[in-house]
């Protein structure tokens, strides 16, 4: 009893200061930001870097969750040295890169140069594009996706489903709107005509697939070897409007990313509605996986992927 008691103590302290470092992250985002303007991208760089590795030691609980879902994946496979390394690595990434992304929404003429692309396939995109009927363009947390929608709206128009940020939503959509990215939110009734007239227009709508989202249906698919709740949308949208499906992803390498363009993906009616959603979510996951399984260091792998489903499960999980 007294031990039941006690977690149930630690974790209202847990909440509780984590809702006073929210308030004083909010009170201070405006100063914090404006000074990290000023600074170089080395610079910012060594600050995601410091501030990831802090993070690791740090707080425990995203630590302990990293770990145990590289436990997951890899198993006895990866030695525990090298998953610490992997949760580490990817915990400085994200910081890295948001960073990165802010240094570029202010320095936008500097994002090409820093981006190693193919042509061919970039052109390949554009042809998709030019007959009309846009392009559902799915990411993961890896590499850097938000850098990802800048990057390719310099092809053609982009817009990002995705959910609302509770607390520094402004300042993310902020950011996007100054490389014209534009916001679709996928809690506002309108979102589902707004992102059918954007690909009538030849646009592309980018979604994040790898989350357990709320107020979203899904279903339960494998997903590196264990089910995970994850929402069909794209496969909805492309049934709906014909429009292709495009995995893209933005990985780092050394100083530079690297832009991955898969093949365009035609997603058509199967033999029923449930085969049709499971079979095409389960090779977009399959894409995604390739490349967390390629650059493991650069996925974010403290959040829950495999827990109970947040969303509502339309369909049952495969026998």
């Known amino acids: 009893m007294l031990r039941v008691r006690f977690k149930r103590l630690k974790r209202r ?9 929210w308030r004083i992250g909010r009170i201070l985002a405006p100063f914090i930001l404006k000074a990290l303007r000023s600074l170089p991208r080395d610079k910012l760089h060594a600050i995601g870097t410091g501030f990831g590795s802090a993070w690791f030691h740090l707080i425990a609980s995203s630590r302990g969750l990293g770990l145990d879902n590289l436990d997951r ?4 496979s990866v030695p525990r040295d090298q998953k610490e390394y992997f949760c580490r690595e990817s915990f400085k990434n994200i910081l890295e890169c948001m960073l990165d992304f802010y240094y570029f929404s202010f320095h936008p003429e500097e994002i090409e140069s820093h981006i190693l692309a193919d042509p ?3 052109e390949r995109v554009r042809a998709i594009l030019d007959k009309g009927r846009g392009a559902l363009v799915f990411s993961a947390h890896i590499g850097n996706w938000e850098l990802l929608a800048s990057y390719m709206g310099r092809i053609a128009p982009i817009n990002l489903l995705t959910r609302r940020h509770k607390d520094f939503n402004h ?3 902020d950011c996007r709107a100054r490389h014209h990215v534009d916001t679709i939110y996928d809690d506002s009734i309108t979102s589902m005509k707004k992102i059918l007239r954007r690909l009538r227009q030849g646009e592309m709508v980018g979604l994040i697939i790898d989350r357990n989202l709320r107020h979203v249906d899904g ?3 494998d997903f590196m070897g264990s089910p995970a709740f994850t929402p069909y949308y794209p496969v909805k949208l492309a049934l709906k409007t ?3 499906v495009i995995g893209i992803f933005l990985l780092q390498e050394g100083p530079f990313y690297r832009l991955h363009i898969e093949d365009p993906i035609e997603v ?5 509605i449930e085969t049709t959603y499971r079979a095409y979510t389960r090779a977009f996951l399959q894409t995604v996986e390739k490349h967390v399984r390629t650059h493991p260091g650069q996925w974010f792998w403290a959040h829950k992927r495999w827990s109970r ?5 339309t369909f049952p999980p495969q026998a």
């Open 120 to 122: 061919e396939a970039e």
């Open 73 to 76: 994946v890899f198993g006895k």
């Open 242 to 244: 014909g429009a292709p």
């Open 268 to 272: 058509k009616m199967l033999d029923d």
């Open 309 to 313: 489903p947040k969303g509502t499960v």
């Open 219 to 221: 279903m339960m698919v």
């Open 13 to 21: 302290l847990r909440v509780f200061f984590r809702g006073v470092l």
């Open 171 to 173: 300042y993310v959509t």
